[in-house]
């Protein structure tokens, strides 16, 4: 079995990494009385470990699957905003109209952990079922939690190509955040 580094793989694959931890393994915590802390996470997840044998700093469970490995998970927003000009002022008046949805864009890299010299197929069919299916997706990741993210619609997938790799294979989910609504329907008069 080669020795597979995936912090030169996620850089050769998507253009940069990013490294979670600080001082070897030390995982920072969110403050108990932080506004943020709003979703529960069962306390295995601090302790689960990649295929490497690091500590997970920020594992990402989409309708109780697993996505392997940690995958690198970008969060973005954006707001409508009104602009009216006022005549005989510099500048304009500003009205927040609403939040957008945030785009949340996960990538990672599928390894077989039961069987690493081999594509990982389950974990592939697995990641096409969730872009497959419905909306309101429920996601476990801190980083979402800390955006109050707890649904999900992913919008596309794309599986990149590897030059020579036939026991990895990278994936990218782009998402949008979802919400569950109470509708009320009222009988015409």
Same mark, same amino acid.
Not at 47 to 65: E, K, V, W
Not at 95 to 102: A, G, H, N, T, V
Not at 106 to 119: L, Q
Not at 151 to 156: D, G, I, P, T
């Given at each position: 079995? &080669?020795?597979?580094?995936?912090?030169?793989?996620?850089?050769?694959?998507?253009?940069?990494?990013?490294?979670?931890?600080?001082? #070897?393994?030390?995982?920072? =915590?969110?403050?108990?009385?932080?506004?943020?802390?709003?979703?529960?996470?069962?306390?295995?997840?601090?302790?689960?470990?990649?295929?490497?044998?690091?500590?997970?700093?920020?594992?990402?469970?989409?309708?109780?699957?697993?996505?392997?490995?940690?995958?690198?998970?970008?969060?973005?927003? =954006?707001?409508?905003?009104?602009?009216?000009?006022?005549? #005989?002022?510099?500048?304009?008046?500003?009205?927040?109209?609403?939040?957008?949805?945030?785009?949340?864009?996960?990538?990672?890299?599928?390894?077989?952990?039961?069987?690493?010299?081999?594509?990982?197929?389950?974990?592939?069919? &697995?990641?096409?079922?969730?872009?497959? &299916?419905?909306?309101?997706?429920?996601?476990?990741?801190?980083?979402?939690?800390?955006?109050?993210?707890?649904?999900?619609?992913?919008?596309?997938?794309?599986?990149?190509?590897?030059?020579?790799?036939?026991?990895?294979?990278?994936?990218?989910?782009?998402?949008?955040?979802?919400?569950?609504?109470?509708?009320?329907?009222?009988?015409?008069?």
């Amino acid at each position: 079995m &080669a020795t597979i580094n995936l912090l030169k793989l996620y850089q050769s694959t998507f253009g940069y990494v990013a490294s979670p931890f600080k001082n #070897g393994n030390v995982i920072a =915590n969110v403050p108990e009385a932080s506004k943020f802390n709003s979703l529960a996470y069962p306390e295995y997840e601090i302790f689960r470990q990649s295929y490497l044998g690091t500590p997970f700093f920020m594992p990402t469970t989409i309708d109780n699957y697993q996505l392997p490995n940690e995958p690198i998970i970008e969060i973005s927003g =954006n707001k409508t905003i009104i602009q009216t000009a006022i005549d #005989g002022m510099d500048g304009s008046f500003k009205e927040l109209f609403s939040l957008d949805d945030y785009v949340i864009t996960i990538k990672g890299i599928a390894v077989d952990d039961n069987n690493p010299d081999m594509y990982p197929e389950e974990q592939i069919r &697995a990641i096409r079922d969730l872009y497959e &299916a419905k909306t309101n997706l429920q996601i476990v990741n801190r980083l979402c939690g800390f955006f109050n993210v707890k649904y999900l619609v992913v919008k596309s997938v794309s599986f990149p190509a590897i030059e020579g790799s036939r026991d990895m294979q990278p994936y990218i989910l782009n998402c949008i955040s979802d919400s569950v609504f109470n509708l009320e329907l009222k009988e015409e008069i």
